[in-house]
């Protein structure tokens, strides 16, 4: 991976006619072999872009406020690969395993950009939908793999996988019920908690999706100076 990320820079500085490989330009071919190439022919509707910028806003601004959580390394409204737009969080330090604040703050993150949809637009577009898959997916397997719901307790239930041999768990109706009740509890306190952190702080989550319209792309730093310019007023 190294090596494929290097010999981008590589590519990059020689297009760009420069003698020695930048950290900005490995910041480029990073978000290149991450994410893929920047789509700058996509034509977006100037309410489109709109939509996305308070999306990502809303990822943003959730990941920044919730103590624990990765922080935000960069935001951009720049179209790549199949995402209009995109939140980057870089953690502090290697990570083997996970805690379940750790996943219930990733559950809050995913689900910022949707609730910003709701909260400034009042409606729902399919750009969540990735998300919401995430979502479903980290929430079902806490309950499921990794016993992190008090209710059903450090049980695993697998579900039978039809491309393996292996036969999944019989599970009582009661069992399966109880389990997409518990899924559902876990993703709707995450809501509520991105909900609320995001109403509390409207005036930044729309400062910040002015600042990506105009600039369409914000890092650290910059949403750093954005929360110190809010504070000040
Ligand atoms: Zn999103």
């Given at each position: 991976q190294l090596a494929s990320l290097?010999?981008?820079?590589?590519?990059?500085?020689?297009?760009?006619?420069?003698?020695?490989?930048?950290?900005?330009?490995?910041?480029?071919?990073?978000?290149?072999?991450?994410?893929?190439?920047?789509?700058?022919?996509?034509?977006?509707?100037?309410?489109?872009?709109?939509?996305?910028?308070?999306h990502e806003a809303g990822?943003?601004?959730v990941a920044w406020m919730l103590p624990g959580a990765d922080?935000?390394?960069?935001?951009?409204?720049?179209?790549?690969?199949?995402?209009?737009?995109l939140t980057m969080?870089?953690?502090?330090?290697?990570?083997?395993?996970?805690?379940?604040?750790f996943l219930f703050n990733n559950l809050c993150t995913l689900l910022g950009g949707r609730i910003a949809e709701e909260i400034v637009f009042n409606q729902m577009t399919t750009g969540a939908g990735n998300d919401i898959e995430r979502v479903?997916?980290?929430?079902?397997?806490?309950?499921?793999?990794?016993?992190?719901?008090?209710?059903?307790?450090?049980?695993t239930f697998r579900a039978s996988n039809p491309l393996s041999?292996?036969?999944?768990?019989?599970?009582?109706?009661?069992?399966?019920?109880?389990?997409?009740?518990?899924?559902?509890?876990?993703?709707?306190?995450?809501?509520d908690r991105a909900r609320g952190l995001l109403e509390e702080h409207r005036a930044l989550l729309d400062a910040i999706t002015d600042a990506l319209i105009e600039r369409e792309t914000l890092s650290r730093a910059d949403i750093q100076a954005i929360i110190a310019t809010n504070e000040r007023k």
């Open positions: 290097v010999n981008e820079a590589a590519l990059l500085t020689t297009r760009k006619n420069s003698p020695t490989i930048s950290m900005e330009i490995l910041e480029a071919a990073k978000d290149k072999v991450l994410m893929g190439a920047e789509r700058r022919s996509l034509i977006i509707t100037d309410r489109e872009k709109r939509i996305t910028a308070c990822h943003a601004l922080p935000v390394h960069k935001v951009t409204i720049i179209p790549r690969g199949r995402a209009l737009g969080q870089l953690p502090e330090e290697e990570r083997n395993s996970h805690d379940r604040t479903s997916d980290i929430a079902r397997r806490m309950v499921c793999e990794w016993g992190m719901s008090e209710t059903i307790g450090p049980l041999n292996q036969p999944g768990q019989i599970i009582s109706e009661q069992t399966a019920v109880l389990i997409d009740v518990e899924v559902k509890k876990l993703v709707q306190s995450a809501y």
